[in-house]
């Protein structure tokens, strides 16, 4: 099976530019999470979507959202960016019936000058 | 702050040596699980222990949890050049309604050949 896929795998922005990346997670697998890291925070929940619908959602402002598609790929779009926003954005999916593992994609590194 | 501790930060060994990490954490869980990161690309699963379970192995790994301390440890014995890399360690809290894990702040492991 093929991993979990994030595009595009680097980002270059410009502050109060607005940007969406994607991720397509392994086939099978319902429920995608997405995640910040930054060497300040470390690693932060963002969003998590199953069957299309957000389950969870972390400490994040409004500016930060997401969706999932039928076919269970996943969006987040950051609106508005500010340099704090500069990360590794990481997805990943799983079988969410029984809460287990999650399979992480490459992630896509975010700079926003 | 929600994430669990992890120490030590950063541990150097030699090759063949044994490595110990630990991570605390903050509140009831179904499982824990283990995750290495090579030098900021995608998260990799290394081990799940759940909640009602005191001791796993998996290879060269091997997982304690204590439920009671709210701490954890991971093992792993007769390291090679190539497990160098970050460890974190991840909480799936009780009253989580799916999909978010909290990360702790990671282990920086460096094993010299």
């Known amino acids: 099976k093929a991993g979990v896929t994030q595009t595009p795998r680097y980002l270059i922005k410009t502050r109060g530019q607005q940007v969406t990346l994607s991720c397509s997670p392994i086939?099978?697998?319902?429920?995608v999470s997405w995640y910040q890291q930054t060497p300040g925070q470390g690693l932060q929940f963002l969003f998590e979507?199953?069957?299309?619908?957000?389950?969870n959602k972390g400490n994040f402002p409004g500016r930060f959202s997401g969706r999932q598609f039928s076919n269970s790929r996943s969006e987040m779009n950051v609106s508005t960016l500010e340099l704090g926003d500069s990360a590794l954005y990481l997805c990943?999916?799983?079988?969410?019936?029984?809460?287990?593992?999650?399979?992480f994609g490459p992630g896509t590194r975010l700079t926003v000058t | 702050s929600q994430q669990g501790e992890e120490d030590p930060q950063a541990l150097s060994i030699q090759e063949g040596e044994n490595a110990t990490m630990n991570c605390s954490y903050k509140t009831s869980i179904n499982n824990l699980q283990w995750y290495r990161q090579n030098s900021g690309r995608g998260l990799v699963h290394l081990i799940l222990?759940?909640?009602?379970?005191r001791e796993k192995h998996s290879g060269r790994l091997r997982v304690t949890l204590d439920t009671s301390k709210k701490s954890s440890s991971l093992l792993i014995t007769a390291s090679r050049a190539a497990d160098t890399a970050s460890y974190f360690c991840a909480t799936d809290a009780r009253d989580n309604q799916g999909g978010k894990l909290i990360f702790g702040q990671g282990t920086e492991l460096s094993v010299k050949p």
């Open positions: 222990i759940r909640s009602n379970e």
């Open positions: 979507y199953f069957s299309e619908t957000q389950r």
């Open positions: 086939s099978g697998h319902r429920s």
């Open positions: 990943a999916s799983s079988l969410t019936v029984v809460r287990g593992e999650q399979y």
